[in-house]
Structure formats: C-alpha cells, structure tokens
C-alpha cells in the first residue's frame, strides 16, 4: 500500500477554510484516498474518500489532482470542534477493510 | 453505518492477567477488524475476525498473545493475554461502514500496572 505523508501538525482560527495536504506518490491504479477524523478518546470516524478530481460531501471537500499523487482535504469555516488529528489513508480498491494509518495531522482550531 | 458497541470501555489490569474486549454490532457484517493504539501513536491493525475461521493477524501480532473470537456475524473479543505495561493501549473495532469507509467503535482504554 502506498506510504502517505502529510504535516504532522496545523493551527488555525474558527471561520476559516483548512486546507490539509497528503502526499500519495506510489498510489496504485486501483487505489483510492480515504480521510478520517480522530477525537481524543473516541475511534476514527470516517469523513470522506475519492479517487479522482474532486468529491464534496457535507463536512469537506477532497481535491485530487490529474496524477494522483497527492490529495487535499478542505474543511469549510472550521469552528473549535473542528479541533483533531486527521488522517490521510490509500486504500486498496480490493477493500479488504486493511488500513495502514500514517502518523496524521493535528489541526488546532483557535478562538 | 452500523453502530458499534465496545465493552469495557477502559480498564486496569494487572500484569500478567489477560482481558476481553468486547465489540458488538448491530447489524451483521462479514468483517470486523482490531487495531490497536499505543499512547500518542497512531492505529495498528492487529487482526481481521473472521465468522467461522481464525483469525488473519498482521505481522508482529500472534494469536497466542491477542485471541480472537467471532462466534456470529454481529459479535467479535479480542482478549489481551499475560498483559504488560507495553499492551497499555486503546483497543479498537470497525466494521465496514454503510456510506463508505469504515465505522470504529469508541476503543478500549487499557492500563497494564
């Protein structure tokens, strides 16, 4: 499975727009990229997934580009319980249920 | 997406003894997965539980060490057994989500003393 990477950590204020970026560069073919949101003490909740272009759902919007070696999750005016680590995963389009969870990014909502 | 029940939800356990967790999902799935949390770490898949099979664990987990039960197609345990400080962790189910992606369940907290 293709190894992601992604800013270990991200500040920002409530009403903006964050933008959080993965790196995917061995994605294969039949890969697809999935985002989850992690609270403290609460398990992964899945947010939302793409393959190509761009996917929109209530909570964000996933952008990826042509080649595929990157993704970019917009969250819309975050507020303070946007506040949580999120995580950037490719999954295999088999969907065997076998998630490889990098170290995530920290995203810090302030006041 | 299914509704997940995990139970304990935290425990203290001392070294040496073994614990089962509990996952119970309200509707049947064919797979139920375990990870595992360490403390500021990220999640580390340690099994899929498989309905009238053993388990498939990943590199660096043994049943031995982690057994798993899937009696039906809506109830998983893992058991951590002859525990050590190093299994303090957050133990977590998920199952394949309605809507896409997959729904984990609240975890485990365990603290080996």
């Known amino acids: 499975l293709a190894k992601t990477t992604q800013p270990i950590s991200m500040d920002s204020y409530e009403g903006q727009e964050v933008n959080i970026t993965c790196s995917h560069n061995?994605?294969?073919?039949?890969?697809?990229i999935t985002w989850y949101q992690q609270f403290p003490s609460q398990g992964p909740r899945f947010i939302i997934q793409?393959?190509?272009t761009k996917v929109t759902n209530e909570v964000a919007s996933l952008f990826i580009p042509a080649d595929r070696k990157s993704s970019t999750l917009s969250l819309p005016r975050v507020s303070l319980s946007d506040t949580a680590v999120y995580y950037c995963?490719?999954?295999?389009?088999?969907?065997?249920?076998?998630?490889?969870f990098g170290q995530g990014t920290t995203l810090q909502v302030k006041p | 997406s299914a509704v997940i029940s995990q139970k304990p939800s935290r425990d203290i356990c001392q070294r040496g003894t073994s614990l089962t967790i509990q996952c119970q999902v309200d509707?049947?799935?064919?797979?139920m997965f375990w990870y595992r949390q360490q403390p500021g770490q990220s999640l580390t898949l340690i099994a899929t539980?498989?309905?009238?099979?053993?388990?498939?664990?990943e590199s660096g987990f043994v049943i031995d060490k982690f057994p798993i039960s899937r009696p039906n197609l809506t109830f998983s345990t893992l058991t951590v057994s002859n525990m050590s400080p190093e299994d303090s962790s957050i133990y977590l189910c998920?199952?394949?989500?309605?809507?896409?992606?997959?729904?984990f369940g609240s975890g485990t907290r365990l603290t080996v003393v």
């Open positions: 998920s199952v394949p989500g309605t809507g896409g992606g997959y729904t």
């Open positions: 061995n994605i294969a073919t039949n890969d697809y």
């Open positions: 793409g393959y190509k």
């Open positions: 995963l490719v999954v295999n389009g088999s969907n065997t249920g076998k998630l490889i």
């Open positions: 509707s049947q799935v064919t797979m």
């Open positions: 539980a498989n309905q009238g099979s053993e388990a498939t664990y």
